[in-house]
């Protein structure tokens, strides 16, 4: 079966889970920078990671954003969308 995906709504992924897992990740990729062995760990410390985590993250929807715009702005102007082939088991 051929499913093609031709129009993605932005609110959809907003305000589903995609959020708060791209915050997960940039959370945990900033807390990688403890174990830097030239860190000295105190409260204005952590809360610069959680800071970047939070800048990385609205950076990284943001960018989800437009290019959700753009893609729905050419599946708009009639160029194909992304085709799946599912097989059925």
Request: hydrophobic share 60%; glycine share 4%.
């Amino acid at each position: 079966m051929r499913v093609e995906i031709k129009k993605i709504g932005i609110s959809t992924v907003l305000f589903s889970v995609f959020p708060l897992a791209v915050f997960v990740v940039m959370l945990l990729s900033a807390f990688m920078e403890i174990f830097n062995p030239d860190v000295a760990i105190s409260m204005a410390y952590i809360m610069g990671l959680v800071m970047r985590a939070i800048q990385s993250t609205l950076l990284f929807l943001v960018s989800t954003v437009v290019f959700l715009l753009a893609y729905n702005w050419l599946c708009a102007l009639g160029i194909r969308g992304v085709r799946v082939d599912l097989e059925d088991k």
